[in-house]
């Protein structure tokens, strides 16, 4: 077996398949990937993961996020953090030896080769995000601030990087405007002072107008290369390690592949919604939110959410009536 990318869903696949004797040779071509100093995540359903592979979430945890705001808008928050992840892919893959150098996915007949390189076989879309490592005037401690321009489809994001609420991760993406534009409304909504940039990322977040093929012949994708990464808030670790586990239960109990892509494509119907709510924010925008944000709180079981729909909407309205003006 030939596992491509030792990011987290290759190096935990590896980790999976390593418990049960499986031989594999485990390749990447450099060793970075966009946005690899940290991510958010949810604890409970990390530490599930973590625990099949013998570590401890505790390890791994930079901060405990108690609330975000998203337009000024304030949501409490419960079981949320801010994790590591470059010293989590070290230990996923301690003990497993990496072969730095680039394969042909297709070209690789002989053996089965796991797509974990987080690029997707299928036809896809591309936002362009960028992020970078900020040291700021003291915020808010434990809280995510969240910026969202209604009329240029946009998100800019600063989420911390310690409990101090010193140290962030800022980043933005959009469809027709420029992440230096999201970055600088965030900063004027949230009075966020940037003095020390210490490293800057880039990564492409994908859109799927339908479901991409999951496997080809003798390749089978997993994570971020299935498709599978959280809609809107764009996380991909947890859905890299339950594809991970999917196919090695699958490869285990001998029903692959039809009980691998069951798992997938119905991960991947639920994200119809997501690519409908985009294509139509290109044309309306401010429908578009409106009818995403609907579907969002919708499917959400915080108590606060009749509240965050109303304030939503009264500035998703406003800021429509003055773009009018």
């Avoid at 893959?93 to 990496?98: A, D, F, M, T, V």
């Avoid at 072969?99 to 987080?118: H, Q, W």
């Avoid at 004027?188 to 800057?200: A, G, H, L, P, V």
């Avoid at 409106?290 to 579907?295: E, I, P």
Wanted: charge should be positive; hydrophobic fraction near 40%.
């Amino acid at each position: 077996m030939i596992i491509a990318g030792a990011g987290v869903s290759g190096t935990y696949f590896a980790r999976l398949m390593k418990h049960e004797g499986v031989e594999f040779t485990l390749y990447d071509v450099t060793g970075k990937r966009g946005h690899q100093c940290a991510w958010g995540s949810n604890y409970s359903l990390m530490k599930k993961k973590l625990d099949k592979v013998c570590l401890n979430i505790d390890d791994y945890v930079l901060c405990r996020i108690k609330q975000y705001y998203i337009n000024g808008v304030k949501i409490e928050l419960k079981n949320f953090i801010v994790i590591d992840k470059p010293k989590l892919i070290e230990d996923l893959s301690r003990g497993i030896e990496i072969t730095y150098r680039s394969i042909d996915l297709l070209k690789t007949r002989k053996k089965m080769v796991v797509n974990a390189t987080g690029k997707p076989l299928g036809k896809h879309y591309k936002i362009a995000t960028t992020q970078r490592k900020i040291k700021t005037a003291k915020l808010e401690e434990q809280t995510v601030y969240i910026h969202l321009n209604f009329r240029k489809t946009g998100c800019a994001w600063a989420f911390p990087l310690s409990d101090e609420g010193n140290l962030f991760h800022l980043g933005a993406g959009g469809y027709e405007c420029s992440p230096t534009l999201l970055e600088n409304e965030l900063c004027n909504r949230y009075d966020i002072e940037s003095k020390d940039t210490y490293c800057t990322c880039r990564k492409n977040i994908n859109i799927f107008k339908s479901i991409i093929p999951v496997v080809i012949e003798n390749v089978v994708s997993i994570g971020e290369a299935a498709g599978c990464v959280y809609p809107i808030t764009g996380e991909g670790i947890l859905p890299a390690m339950e594809t991970a586990e999917w196919l090695a239960h699958s490869l285990k109990h001998s029903t692959y592949p039809q009980s691998y892509l069951d798992r997938v494509e119905e991960m991947q119907e639920s994200y119809n919604k997501v690519w409908k709510a985009w294509n139509l924010m290109k044309k309306h925008p401010h429908l578009g939110w409106m009818l995403g944000l609907l579907d969002l709180i919708k499917s959400s079981k915080f108590r606060s959410a009749p509240q965050v729909t109303k304030s939503f909407m009264a500035g998703i309205v406003w800021d429509w009536l003055t773009s009018l003006i």
